[in-house]
């Protein structure tokens, strides 16, 4: 089955760039969606089919998609930023959603 | 408004069986593919279920399959995951989610749009 991986955990400063990688074979062909999950809360989505942002994302927010990597990239973090991250895909082989294991973002 | 409100998780010995519902408002089940998604304790998000508006088709993550059966109630505006045979490790928060197609993909609900709460299943004796 096809798997995701992402780093466990990414640090950063406020005000920095952070940089989330989700690796997959030939990602690249797929859509990938990442959602943010705050402690306690449900996820929701922040970037959808690779780089497009939902109304209420940040403009901070972008997203890039090529090869076997996808990458979330949070401008200029804030507190409030900080999170798990998850990327997701939709396999068409098996007809089944896929998550990464997700990343935790700590704003130092 | 859309929402989404899971109930019917609780504590269950191995071997047994619960029942998750979703009850949906602000939109028809009719017109949306729908999934179950969990979390175990401290752990990621898993897909569990989906469903397909009309309910012809239905896909289950390889773990839960012959166990879990997804379902729906239109008339009702509530989705159902039936867990049969639960396993300690079934052990999750269930999020019921509603799925919708992108300009990618329109006419395959790949992403996951509106999430529920969740509701804890906990299996243990």
């Known amino acids: 089955s096809y798997v995701l991986t992402q780093p466990p955990s990414v640090s950063v400063a406020p005000g920095q760039t952070a940089t989330i990688s989700c690796g997959g074979s030939?990602?690249?062909?797929?859509?990938v969606h990442w959602y943010q999950q705050k402690p306690g809360q449900a996820p929701v989505f922040v970037v959808y089919?690779?780089?497009a942002r939902p109304s209420g994302t940040p403009e901070r927010f972008s997203g890039s998609n090529s090869g076997n990597t996808a990458t979330l990239t949070i401008s200029r973090v804030e507190a409030g930023d900080e999170a798990d991250y998850y990327c997701?895909?939709?396999?068409?082989?098996?007809?089944?959603?896929?998550f990464g294991g997700g990343t935790k973002l700590t704003v130092l | 408004e859309v929402q989404l409100v899971e109930s019917g998780g609780g504590l269950v010995q191995p071997g047994g069986s619960l029942r998750l519902s979703c009850a949906v408002s602000?939109?028809?089940?009719?017109?949306?593919?729908m999934k179950w998604v969990r979390q175990a304790p401290g752990k990621g998000l898993e897909w569990v279920a989906t469903?397909?508006?009309?309910?012809?088709?239905?896909y289950y993550v390889d773990s839960v399959k012959g166990r879990f059966t997804i379902s729906t109630d239109n008339a009702k505006g509530s989705l159902y995951l039936q867990m049969d045979s639960l396993r300690a490790d079934d052990t999750a928060l269930y999020y019921c989610?509603?799925?919708?197609?992108?300009?990618?993909?329109?006419?395959?609900?790949?992403?996951?749009?509106?999430w529920g709460q969740g509701t804890l299943v906990i299996v243990s004796s």
């Open positions: 602000g939109f028809s089940l009719s017109d949306f593919w």
């Open positions: 030939n990602i690249g062909s797929k859509s």
């Open positions: 469903i397909k508006q009309d309910g012809s088709e239905k």
């Open positions: 997701q895909v939709w396999d068409s082989y098996s007809d089944h959603v896929i």
């Open positions: 989610v509603r799925g919708t197609g992108t300009a990618r993909i329109p006419n395959i609900a790949t992403l996951l749009y509106n």
């Open positions: 089919d690779d780089s």
